[in-house]
């Protein structure tokens, strides 16, 4: 069980446009989820936590704008990268928790993003 | 002031030897503690979960916890080639960060 799956596993992207990344719980409910991003060999670091019929929180540093997060059902947060630079190459990854708060975090495969 | 703090690595153990990982963590009021590894290029997986005061084994793995003195632990007995990884503690409730890890290397 508390399956996250995340697609697609990796794209490439032309720098100006945009890309969507989808991460989905498939044997529970999450009213929240959480995206991390991770540049090599460094640390997750989290961007933002997604509600549920709610805006995201942003972490310090991230811009909402090109960040955009849409929690629209208890199994599907999605995150858009609007307007993709080279700069933006990284490894994305969702994840959420099952059982509430104290619950273990579960997360997806990861999205590889490269802009060229 | 960090919510985990884990002890610098690199560690390097050789094949079959002992890998003991150390998490100490800042709020009292944490409940629930657990361990995740994430191999280099892949998203984190959940390995140890520990709820009480004690030890909870798992085959090769066995976390400890000790709230009076906050922290909690990751032994692995007969380290392989294989648990060669970062290991990543986290605690609830909290605020779903993570620090550095430990980069674990076993060498054959």
């Known amino acids: 069980g508390a399956v996250v799956s995340q697609h697609p596993s990796w794209v490439i992207c032309k720098s100006g446009t945009s890309v969507k990344i989808e991460c989905r719980s498939l044997d529970f409910q999450a009213t929240t989820m959480f995206w991390y991003r991770q540049f090599p060999k460094q640390s997750l670091m989290l961007m933002a936590t997604?509600?549920?019929?709610?805006?995201?929180?942003?972490e310090q540093g991230v811009e909402k704008d090109k960040f955009l997060i849409n929690h629209a059902s208890l199994t599907l947060s999605t995150l858009t990268v609007t307007s993709a630079h080279p700069e933006d190459s990284s490894f994305y990854i969702c994840?959420?928790?099952?059982?509430?708060?104290?619950?273990?975090?579960?997360f997806g495969n990861g999205t590889r993003l490269t802009v060229t | 002031q960090k919510e985990v703090e884990q002890n610098s690595g690199p560690l390097s153990v050789p094949e079959g030897a002992i890998a003991s990982l150390n998490c100490t963590y800042s709020d009292r009021g944490s409940q629930s503690f657990f361990w995740y590894r994430q191999y280099s290029g892949k998203s984190p997986e959940l390995i140890m979960s520990?709820?009480?005061?004690g030890d909870k084994e798992d085959g090769r793995f066995t976390a400890q916890l000790n709230k009076a003195s906050q922290y909690v632990s990751l032994l692995i007995r007969d380290s392989q080639p294989s648990d060669s990884a970062t290991y990543l503690c986290a605690v609830t409730p909290g605020k779903s960060t993570f620090g550095d890890g430990t980069t674990l290397t076993v060498k054959p």
């Open positions: 994840s959420a928790r099952d059982r509430g708060l104290n619950s273990p975090l579960h």
């Open positions: 997604s509600n549920e019929g709610s805006k995201a929180t942003y």
């Open positions: 520990i709820y009480s005061n």
